[in-house]
């Protein structure tokens, strides 16, 4: 969720300033407040030909209205040490928004990148919608609020300067925290920090900074955190130090959503070295022990009689055929009278929503009281649901937001923090939860499976019909947007649907002139954990309509590009794809075997285009590694972004980058297998995600100049159009459209399957021997 625009860049037309409103807060130091709803648009449709849903209304929009009617205030302090505090109400899991926001508040302030600490801030209920990370939206909705609380802090500096210094506000200057008049005299941030404080609470206004004064937003900038992530001191959940939370595991049903009956040898287990107790939870026995090792060791020797669950004797090909009776039916008749049609059905499996760290919390649930310790997106829904399911008011249970080792969606979900809660009211004692690495992919949240079907006709060179059916199993948005859903009903533009169908309907565009362009979502099957995997549904469908459409340039004996470039109608997009294709100089010489795709997205008031060069040599396809999912490779990328107003292009830089690893693993090899109610990957091992073997050696992120000067959405932009260029690649050098994905979903399965009971497997002793 990186924000904008390098800088040299064209400003935005209109005033130059606006005039906000803000809050100087009663304090002991100068304390200044934005509301979080300064500063949103209204949306509004700007292409003449129909829009869809989404362009009038999208998911960022969505989310910037849920945010505005609570009004609360973010707040910016100055200390007596001229340093600038902010705390966050959003989560940072990498993505890069502490550095982003610390950029803001710089420049604003004129005050030192290093001088600026931004935390992240414990559950604050009165926030409502506020405190949801999600949708690409974090800068999207505080750009403008931390930017009014900042220059209103830097405004009541200069105040009380001019008063101590005996002189007007414009004779003085600001540099690096210090106030300077024209003699010479200066007073510091931090000297000034008392004398700007109020007694009471005050509304004031201010002017922001203009495009062309800026600099610090746009300039690329390293993460704050840089040197704390790589040096290993960044403090995680499992890194705190909290008073007697020991480590604590959970030993889970080898059946997806199984449920534990009895563990048979209790006694055993209890009396196990460092085991101090176990307890049987609704989602398995939990062990607590002086190391995690010891919980490792006692989960190993645990028998543990299991109930099968809903999903006993299912598998993918069950599934699957649930999934198929549920498709809705296209409105163009199978076989037109007079125009041309291509129709084609994609299925795209289930996959892992694992993040890096593996899944973990702290809890201290008292007989009054918890407090809970971990990386939680939607804070506010984890501390209702756990306060209910603990029996406790809300105001009794604490949440803590920790810094978290990515998510992409899987963090917008508290499964961790609840379970340690459960756990520790069990036990009456601290616990530090940790899922082990096996757990995740078999109990933990994964992207649906779906099936994406697509008719479109033609007739005399124009594209009269696009209809796009997407089914998939069901989506679980019990994180904060249903609830967002439900308050604002009322104003979407969706009519009556189910949460997950306002979600597709606010995220998916298809911006071609395609004549009648209907795209529906169905659903079905609520037994699997699933979550808002990075960019929801766009992928998949992005991925589906970006193939139909290379298949309509060849029936209508077009190149790729230039039939996109003549259908589009969003000059935004044009020019992104316009700049892939001349860097990447599309359709030039290249060795028999290796091919070129290309493809573009539109979501978050943003555009992407991808170009891939994809190698299919035998001598690629059919390389040999150890323990790998081979097969083709992308050897070249070429990504451009349009995300409106960049502040950080180093962080956009960045999340382009690994949209970009996420599309290819999609494309080519990342899958979770389900076979007899389980699901048969269990690690990183053998969910086979982009690896060096597969990562392109030569990418380039390229950031479009934009004319917004608002911030786009930006965590989730590098996904779709790469996934989508390197489908359309292989299409291209198959001369067969795919149909099922990733591509290389192996069937028998290229690993041999961890055992599910114990649901912990024997850690590896043989990792030296493959180092060299």
């Given at each position: 969720?990186?924000?904008?625009?390098?800088?040299?860049?064209?400003?935005h037309?209109g005033?130059?300033?606006r005039?906000f409103l803000?809050?100087?807060?009663a304090g002991?130091?100068?304390?200044?407040?934005?509301?979080m709803?300064?500063?949103?648009?209204?949306?509004?449709?700007?292409?003449p030909?129909?829009?869809?849903?989404?362009?009038?209304?999208?998911?960022?929009?969505l989310l910037?209205?849920a945010?505005?009617p609570?009004?609360?205030?973010?707040k910016v302090s100055?200390?007596?040490?001229g340093?600038a505090?902010f705390?966050?109400?959003?989560?940072e899991v990498?993505?890069g928004?502490?550095?982003s926001?610390?950029?803001?508040?710089?420049e604003e302030?004129e005050?030192?990148?290093?001088?600026v600490?931004?935390?992240?801030a414990?559950?604050?209920?009165?926030?409502?919608f506020?405190?949801?990370?999600g949708?690409?939206n974090?800068?999207?909705s505080?750009?403008?609020?931390?930017?009014?609380?900042?220059a209103?802090a830097?405004?009541?500096l200069?105040k009380?300067?001019?008063?101590?210094?005996?002189d007007?506000?414009?004779a003085?200057t600001?540099k690096?925290g210090?106030?300077?008049?024209?003699?010479g005299?200066?007073l510091?941030f931090?000297?000034l920090?008392?004398?700007?404080?109020?007694?009471d609470t005050?509304?004031?206004?201010?002017n922001?900074?203009?495009?062309?004064?800026?600099?610090?937003?746009?300039?690329p900038?390293?993460?704050?955190?840089?040197?704390?992530?790589v040096?290993?001191a960044?403090?995680?959940?499992?890194?705190?130090?909290v008073p007697?939370?020991l480590p604590?595991m959970?030993?889970?049903?080898?059946?997806?959503?199984?449920?534990p009956?009895?563990?048979?040898?209790?006694?055993?287990?209890?009396?196990?070295?460092?085991?101090?107790?176990?307890?049987m939870?609704?989602?398995?026995?939990?062990?607590?022990?002086?190391?995690f090792?010891?919980?490792?060791d006692?989960?190993q020797?645990?028998?543990?009689?299991w109930k099968?669950?809903?999903?006993?004797?299912e598998?993918?090909?069950?599934?699957l055929?649930?999934?198929?009776?549920a498709e809705?039916p296209?409105?163009?008749?199978?076989?037109?009278?007079?125009?041309?049609q291509?129709?084609?059905e994609?299925?795209?499996?289930f996959r892992?929503?694992?993040?890096?760290?593996?899944?973990?919390?702290?809890?201290d649930?008292?007989?009054?009281?918890?407090?809970i310790?971990?990386s939680?997106k939607?804070?506010?829904?984890a501390?209702e649901?756990?306060?209910?399911r603990l029996?406790?008011?809300?105001?009794?249970?604490t949440?803590?937001?920790?810094?978290g080792?990515?998510?992409f969606?899987r963090?917008?979900?508290?499964?961790?923090?609840?379970?340690?809660a459960?756990?520790s009211k069990?036990?009456?004692k601290p616990?530090?939860?940790?899922?082990?690495?096996a757990?995740?992919?078999?109990?933990g949240?994964?992207?649906?499976?779906?099936t994406?079907?697509?008719?479109?006709?033609?007739?005399?060179g124009?594209?009269l019909?696009?209809?796009?059916?997407?089914?998939?199993?069901?989506?679980?948005f019990?994180?904060?947007?249903?609830e967002?859903?439900?308050?604002l009903?009322?104003?979407?533009?969706?009519g009556?649907?189910?949460?997950?169908q306002?979600?597709?309907t606010?995220t998916?565009?298809?911006?071609?002139?395609?004549?009648?362009?209907?795209?529906?979502?169905?659903e079905?099957d609520d037994?699997?954990?699933?979550?808002?995997?990075?960019?929801?549904y766009?992928?998949?469908v992005?991925?589906?309509?970006?193939?139909?459409?290379?298949?309509?340039?060849r029936?209508?004996?077009?190149?790729?590009?230039e039939?996109r470039?003549?259908?589009?109608?969003?000059k935004?997009t044009?020019?992104a794809?316009?700049?892939?294709a001349?860097?990447?100089?599309?359709?030039?010489?290249?060795?028999?075997?290796?091919?070129q795709?290309?493809?573009?997205h539109?979501?978050?008031?943003g555009?992407?285009?991808?170009?891939?060069?994809?190698?299919?040599?035998?001598?690629?396809?059919?390389?040999?590694?150890?323990?790998?999912?081979?097969?083709?490779?992308?050897?070249?990328?070429v990504?451009a972004v349009?995300a409106?107003?960049?502040?950080?292009?180093t962080?956009?830089?960045?999340q382009?980058?690994?949209g970009?690893m996420?599309?290819i693993?999609?494309?080519?090899?990342?899958?979770?297998?389900f076979?007899?109610?389980r699901?048969?990957?269990?690690?990183w091992?053998?969910y086979?995600?982009?690896r060096q073997?597969?990562?392109?050696p030569?990418i380039t992120?390229?950031?479009?100049?934009?004319?917004?000067?608002?911030?786009?959405g930006?965590?989730?932009?590098?996904?779709?159009?790469?996934?989508a260029a390197v489908a359309c690649a292989y299409?291209r050098?198959?001369g067969?459209?795919?149909?099922e994905f990733p591509?290389?979903?192996?069937d028998p399965i290229a690993?041999d399957?961890?055992p599910?009971?114990?649901?912990?497997?024997?850690?590896p002793?043989d990792?030296?021997?493959?180092?060299s």
């Amino acid at each position: 969720m990186t924000d904008d625009h390098p800088t040299g860049q064209h400003e935005h037309p209109g005033p130059d300033r606006r005039s906000f409103l803000g809050y100087v807060l009663a304090g002991a130091t100068l304390v200044t407040a934005a509301e979080m709803g300064v500063g949103s648009q209204n949306a509004q449709a700007a292409i003449p030909t129909p829009p869809q849903p989404a362009e009038i209304l999208d998911l960022n929009d969505l989310l910037n209205l849920a945010a505005a009617p609570t009004a609360n205030l973010i707040k910016v302090s100055i200390g007596t040490d001229g340093r600038a505090s902010f705390a966050l109400p959003r989560a940072e899991v990498g993505q890069g928004i502490v550095t982003s926001s610390a950029m803001i508040i710089a420049e604003e302030l004129e005050l030192p990148l290093d001088r600026v600490d931004v935390t992240l801030a414990k559950a604050r209920p009165e926030l409502l919608f506020n405190q949801l990370t999600g949708g690409s939206n974090t800068t999207v909705s505080t750009y403008t609020p931390i930017r009014v609380a900042a220059a209103l802090a830097k405004q009541q500096l200069l105040k009380a300067a001019a008063s101590a210094l005996g002189d007007s506000v414009d004779a003085l200057t600001v540099k690096a925290g210090v106030i300077t008049d024209a003699v010479g005299n200066a007073l510091t941030f931090g000297e000034l920090a008392k004398k700007a404080a109020v007694t009471d609470t005050v509304r004031a206004s201010v002017n922001l900074k203009t495009r062309s004064e800026h600099a610090v937003i746009g300039t690329p900038q390293g993460r704050t955190d840089a040197r704390d992530a790589v040096t290993g001191a960044k403090t995680f959940a499992m890194d705190l130090t909290v008073p007697d939370a020991l480590p604590t595991m959970v030993c889970r049903p080898p059946n997806h959503n199984g449920a534990p009956v009895r563990l048979t040898n209790q006694a055993t287990i209890e009396a196990m070295p460092g085991v101090t107790d176990v307890v049987m939870i609704s989602t398995g026995i939990a062990v607590r022990a002086k190391t995690f090792g010891q919980c490792i060791d006692a989960i190993q020797e645990m028998d543990v009689e299991w109930k099968g669950g809903r999903l006993a004797g299912e598998s993918d090909e069950s599934v699957l055929e649930g999934i198929k009776k549920a498709e809705l039916p296209m409105v163009v008749p199978k076989v037109p009278l007079l125009t041309k049609q291509v129709d084609a059905e994609f299925t795209f499996r289930f996959r892992s929503n694992s993040s890096l760290e593996p899944n973990c919390a702290i809890a201290d649930v008292r007989s009054g009281s918890a407090t809970i310790w971990g990386s939680m997106k939607s804070p506010v829904v984890a501390q209702e649901e756990i306060a209910a399911r603990l029996g406790l008011p809300v105001s009794q249970v604490t949440i803590n937001v920790t810094e978290g080792g990515g998510s992409f969606g899987r963090k917008l979900f508290h499964d961790a923090a609840l379970e340690a809660a459960l756990i520790s009211k069990a036990m009456r004692k601290p616990v530090r939860l940790m899922w082990h690495r096996a757990d995740e992919p078999r109990q933990g949240r994964l992207h649906p499976m779906c099936t994406s079907r697509i008719r479109a006709t033609h007739l005399l060179g124009e594209v009269l019909t696009f209809e796009q059916r997407h089914t998939s199993v069901k989506t679980d948005f019990g994180h904060g947007l249903g609830e967002i859903i439900t308050s604002l009903a009322s104003r979407l533009p969706v009519g009556d649907l189910t949460f997950s169908q306002t979600i597709f309907t606010l995220t998916q565009e298809l911006p071609y002139n395609f004549g009648v362009v209907t795209q529906l979502l169905n659903e079905t099957d609520d037994r699997f954990n699933t979550g808002s995997m990075r960019n929801i549904y766009s992928p998949d469908v992005r991925t589906a309509s970006e193939l139909v459409i290379d298949e309509l340039a060849r029936q209508l004996r077009k190149d790729p590009v230039e039939f996109r470039r003549s259908f589009l109608r969003d000059k935004r997009t044009r020019a992104a794809l316009d700049k892939v294709a001349e860097i990447g100089q599309w359709g030039r010489d290249l060795p028999e075997g290796v091919t070129q795709g290309i493809a573009i997205h539109k979501e978050y008031k943003g555009a992407t285009a991808c170009l891939v060069e994809l190698d299919m040599r035998p001598e690629t396809v059919n390389r040999t590694i150890r323990k790998a999912v081979t097969g083709p490779r992308v050897t070249k990328a070429v990504f451009a972004v349009d995300a409106g107003l960049v502040i950080n292009p180093t962080g956009l830089e960045a999340q382009m980058l690994g949209g970009v690893m996420d599309g290819i693993a999609l494309a080519l090899t990342s899958s979770c297998h389900f076979e007899d109610g389980r699901f048969l990957e269990a690690s990183w091992d053998n969910y086979f995600y982009t690896r060096q073997w597969n990562a392109p050696p030569e990418i380039t992120v390229e950031i479009m100049p934009s004319e917004s000067g608002q911030p786009g959405g930006a965590g989730e932009a590098g996904v779709a159009a790469s996934f989508a260029a390197v489908a359309c690649a292989y299409a291209r050098a198959t001369g067969k459209m795919p149909t099922e994905f990733p591509i290389n979903h192996p069937d028998p399965i290229a690993f041999d399957p961890k055992p599910f009971t114990p649901s912990v497997p024997q850690s590896p002793t043989d990792g030296l021997t493959f180092t060299s």
